[in-house]
């Protein structure tokens, strides 16, 4: 089935569509899902297959493809849709797609007018939330859909987050970078002082000293 975007019935959403329903798969069934999309979302719907807040989804991940060799924590939080989503709400609709780091020019962003300088967990949690319910198939926003159950996702995010510290740094300092622009800690000079004036006060005595040097020929002038 072809997504159509600008649908507003989302009835062709979810588990009824394969690009969808591949995000929205859990981690781990992802491939059971590529490989049998159809007899996967019958399961979804008579409750054969059971997904809950705790089967993380596709676009939490950079690399959409499972692989059970590697850490989940790889790529996890990084996934392209979920940043779109997140550029979307914060930074505005320009900048969702973009390919580089930072904001753009142009209308005053959401981020900018509440004073979000920083992304956080909970700001994660929130657009990944919204993020699944757009590529659901629910026609109005639910906090439950079938046995998921939003809150519960959005704390377990916030969890994730929590029990590993090191994670959690590395994470955000991927997440600044990208919506903000900013660098990591690690790479900005630890440099805090500097040497010397500015090239501005340095411009004003230059200039205070050319005026002193003219009063005084002004006044040998005089004498």
Same mark, same amino acid.
């Given at each position: 089935?072809?997504?159509?975007?600008?649908?507003?019935?989302?009835?062709? &959403?979810?588990?009824?569509?394969?690009?969808?329903?591949?995000?929205?798969?859990?981690?781990?069934?992802?491939?059971?899902? +590529?490989?049998?999309?159809?007899?996967?979302?019958?399961?979804?719907?008579?409750?054969?297959?059971?997904?809950?807040?705790?089967?993380?989804?596709?676009?939490?991940?950079?690399?959409?493809?499972?692989?059970?060799?590697?850490?989940?924590? =790889?790529?996890?939080?990084?996934?392209?849709?979920?940043?779109?989503?997140? @550029?979307?709400?914060?930074?505005?609709?320009?900048?969702?797609?973009?390919?580089?780091?930072?904001?753009?020019?142009? @209308?005053?962003?959401?981020?900018?007018?509440?004073?979000?300088? =920083?992304?956080?967990?909970?700001?994660?949690?929130? +657009?990944?939330?919204?993020?699944?319910?757009?590529?659901?198939?629910?026609?109005?926003?639910?906090?439950?859909?079938? %046995?998921?159950?939003?809150?519960?996702?959005? %704390?377990?995010?916030? &969890?994730?987050? &929590?029990?590993?510290? %090191?994670? +959690? =740094?590395?994470?955000?300092?991927?997440?600044?970078? @990208?919506?903000?622009?900013?660098?990591?800690?690690? =790479?900005?000079?630890?440099?805090?002082?500097?040497?010397?004036?500015?090239?501005?006060?340095?411009?004003?005595?230059?200039?205070?000293?050319?005026?002193?040097?003219?009063?005084?020929?002004?006044?040998?002038?005089?004498?």
């Amino acid at each position: 089935m072809t997504l159509h975007p600008g649908n507003k019935n989302k009835g062709d &959403r979810g588990f009824n569509n394969e690009t969808t329903g591949f995000l929205i798969s859990p981690r781990q069934l992802s491939s059971e899902f +590529a490989e049998h999309p159809m007899d996967f979302a019958r399961d979804i719907r008579e409750a054969r297959t059971v997904v809950c807040a705790g089967d993380l989804m596709n676009f939490l991940w950079k690399n959409l493809f499972y692989d059970p060799k590697k850490p989940l924590a =790889k790529g996890l939080m990084k996934g392209d849709f979920l940043l779109a989503v997140y @550029r979307h709400l914060n930074t505005g609709p320009r900048t969702a797609l973009k390919t580089s780091d930072g904001r753009m020019a142009g @209308r005053e962003s959401i981020a900018s007018i509440v004073g979000l300088t =920083k992304v956080t967990p909970r700001s994660i949690a929130y +657009a990944a939330t919204l993020a699944r319910f757009i590529l659901n198939d629910q026609q109005m926003w639910a906090d439950n859909d079938h %046995r998921f159950r939003g809150e519960e996702f959005f %704390r377990i995010i916030l &969890r994730i987050f &929590r029990n590993d510290p %090191r994670w +959690a =740094k590395s994470t955000l300092a991927w997440w600044n970078k @990208r919506v903000f622009d900013e660098e990591p800690d690690s =790479k900005v000079s630890k440099f805090k002082g500097r040497v010397g004036p500015t090239t501005e006060a340095l411009l004003m005595q230059e200039r205070a000293a050319a005026q002193d040097n003219d009063g005084d020929d002004s006044s040998d002038g005089d004498s």
